[in-house]
């Protein structure tokens, strides 16, 4: 009786394996791409309890699509997507499904590949780094959000790497990335083949260090980083400015890590009051000119660092940093480039009016109460010119206020606030003062940014600028620089990089 009960048991325990494996094989996601009309688009295929369901993320946002399929991954499986029936002829093998894909506009080829487990932080740090191809293009890998991402030069794309089989990655950029040759922890070569099976070969370069900083700039102390290439020579450097706000310090480091990456020095930092940076100042109560001046000193520093080349020294800066690093050129001779990205050249009043009518024309108002709104904020910029702010322009707002609690409104008290103030809102010099920049300009826009009119910014350049200069408005891209499908701009970042070699910095 003894030994029937322990059969038993161990049947038992063993169909809970099988179960359990089962279970486990079920709860799988695979991913690819698909050729829509007329540019790729990312799908994927995620299977849990016994039932599958196919996206195209970019494309459709949230919506899934049921797989109809006799037995699970069958090898002919469909999906109705709205009116439309797709159907799948494929075979699974190991980790990889592969076959053709039927449409009502056509049949392609399909490849989806299982998305594993996500790697530790740790394992993560084996991948990382900059790779060259020994023509100068490179690739950069680094780790956020406890994921991997790319910076590829030939897709000029940034991307999540998902892991698909050892020490094999791909990305939404129809690349496969292949590491091998692994050497004091971490993997020496980089093969990186393309959606059309294009081959690169990179090699890993020395990676650049991160240097943290307490700079004194006077009665404060800003929390800075310093990225520093290896090199025996003296390197070209580039200041990253924060745009507006209290985003923070980590926002601005993309492209501090990518100009690291071909070479470049690069400082970041928080901004007075933000962060880690110490003192009694604060960025919510410095005027534009007050930032500028503090900003002009972090120049000074970094120009004078002794593996920089104090004729190469740049600015980048986002929105307000662009505003700012344009104003810095005004007053220095010896800044070689500015890189102003979504950078409102027009006064803040008239910046400001356009960013609140587009924030409320995304809340599906109508378009009198947007104009009444705006007109409130006017004559509230107004006051504050003035100097007094009128209890009938609150009151306003009030009445505004009561009809909708999201609306955005002036606050509802009559006292000049810190931000904005009078010298922001008069200060015009990021136009009048444009034709006394010596360095060579490189502009870039997202042609939906809802925060920065990018066409009227571009106007005004133009009208007041008579330097060398290079402008780019990016398809689709928002105020970061971010298409609807949340991908980075193809080229926003390589761009750069084509126009520092046409400057000859690099």
């Keep these: 009786m003894l030994a029937i009960s322990f059969m038993l048991y161990r049947q038992i325990i063993l169909l809970s394996i099988i179960s359990l494996v089962a279970n486990t094989l079920l709860a799988q996601k695979f991913v690819g ?16 309890d016994q039932s ?14 049921g797989v109809r399929s006799e037995s699970l991954l069958a090898d002919n499986w469909e999906v109705q997507r709205g009116s439309e029936i797709w159907k799948f ?8 499904i592969t076959g053709k894909l039927i449409t009502p506009r056509g049949t392609q080829p399909i490849s989806l590949r299982e998305q594993l487990s996500a790697l530790s932080k740790r394992e993560m740090e084996k991948y990382a780094g900059v790779f060259d191809d020994g023509l100068g293009n490179r690739a950069i890998v680094y780790i956020e959000n406890n994921y991997l ?16 089989e050892a020490d094999i990655f791909w990305s939404a950029s129809g690349e496969l990335w292949q590491y091998s040759n692994l050497r004091s922890g971490v993997y020496d070569t980089l093969f990186l083949c393309d959606r059309f099976d294009n081959t690169r070969t990179l090699r890993r370069m020395p990676r650049y260090t991160e240097e943290e900083l307490y700079i004194p700039i006077g009665n404060d102390t800003l929390f800075a980083k310093l990225f520093l290439p290896p090199s025996v020579n003296k390197m070209p450097a580039c200041l990253i400015l924060p745009g507006g706000g209290a985003v923070g310090m980590a926002n601005y480091e993309f492209e501090a890590r990518f100009l690291a990456g071909y070479g470049f020095a690069c400082l970041v930092f928080d901004k007075p009051g933000n962060g880690k940076s110490k003192g009694t100042g604060n960025f919510r109560n410095q005027t534009f000119e007050e930032k500028n001046e503090q900003y002009k000193l972090l120049f000074k520093y970094l120009q004078n660092h002794p593996k920089v080349d104090a004729k190469k020294v740049g600015i980048h800066g986002p929105s307000e940093g662009g505003r700012l690093a344009l104003m810095m050129a005004m007053d220095m001779d010896d800044v070689a480039f500015v890189n102003a990205t979504a950078g ?21 108002l109508n378009e009198v109460d947007i104009l009444g709104i705006r007109n409130v904020w006017n004559d509230y910029y107004n006051n504050i010119i003035d100097g007094e702010v009128s209890t009938s322009v609150i009151a306003t707002a009030n009445e505004f206020r009561e009809q909708n609690a999201q609306l955005f409104l002036p606050p509802n008290y009559t006292g000049l ?9 008069l200060n015009n010099r990021v136009l009048t003062g444009l034709g006394t920049i010596k360095c060579p300009v490189f502009l870039q826009y997202g042609e939906n940014d809802q925060r920065v009119n990018a066409r009227r910014s571009v106007e005004n350049f133009k009208t007041n600028f008579s330097g060398t200069a290079k402008i780019v408005i990016y398809p689709r891209g928002n105020h970061s620089f971010m298409t609807p499908q949340y991908e980075i701009c193809q080229g926003y970042a390589t761009d750069k990089i084509y126009w520092l070699k046409q400057i000859g910095i690099l």
């Design 417 to 425: 606030p810190s931000s904005p103030n009078k010298p922001d809102l």
């Design 344 to 364: 409102p050249i027009m006064t803040m009043k008239e910046g400001q009016l356009y960013a609140i009518t587009n924030y409320h024309r995304n809340m599906n």
């Design 52 to 65: 599958c369901k196919f996206s195209i993320p970019y494309l459709d946002g949230d919506e899934t699509f």
């Design 149 to 164: 991402h790319m910076m590829s030069p030939f897709s000029e794309k940034t991307m999540s790497m998902k892991p698909v």
């Design 33 to 48: 791409e698909i050729l829509y009309r007329d540019h790729y688009e990312y799908v994927k295929l995620d299977c849990k």
């Design 89 to 96: 002829e494929t075979k699974r093998e190991a980790h990889l």
